[in-house]
């Protein structure tokens, strides 16, 4: 049984920051590209930013280049998105998500797992 569990999300300040975590359990060896999306009242889900297992390429939304850093810790199966400079619009349920070999990083369907999710308030 694949499992992704997130955490880290909360309330903060415009300016602040705060780093999410991902830990997945199960069959994690067919995890090739972790990704994190989110989604906000009356929105659809966007992609915020992925990195795959082979060379660690990392790719991210153009929102949030610059601010935020995605990371994975193989030996902990865990993905950490470190949210930095955070606005009032990153308002949103952030979401993590584990795709195989070929996953287009910023196409939410093309995920196989995903996590309940945490929420993140910014406020201004």
């Known amino acids: 049984q694949v499992q992704l569990v997130e955490s880290g999300g909360g309330l903060v300040q415009a300016g602040g920051s705060l780093r999410l975590s991902c830990a997945a359990s199960?069959?994690?060896?067919?995890?090739?590209?972790m990704g994190w999306f989110r989604q906000a009242p009356g929105k659809e889900r966007e992609s915020v930013a992925a990195?795959?297992?082979?060379?660690?390429?990392?790719y991210y939304a153009d929102s949030v280049k610059g601010r935020f850093t995605i990371s994975r810790d193989s030996a902990k199966n865990t993905v950490y998105l470190q949210m930095n400079s955070l606005k009032p619009e990153d308002t949103a349920v952030y979401y993590c998500?584990?795709?195989?070999?070929?996953?287009?990083?910023?196409?939410?369907?093309?995920?196989?797992?995903w996590g309940q999710g945490t929420q993140v308030t910014v406020s201004s």
């Open positions: 998500a584990a795709g195989g070999y070929g996953t287009t990083w910023y196409v939410p369907n093309k995920y196989n797992y």
């Open positions: 990195i795959v297992s082979s060379g660690g390429s990392t």
């Open positions: 199960g069959r994690t060896n067919i995890f090739y590209t």
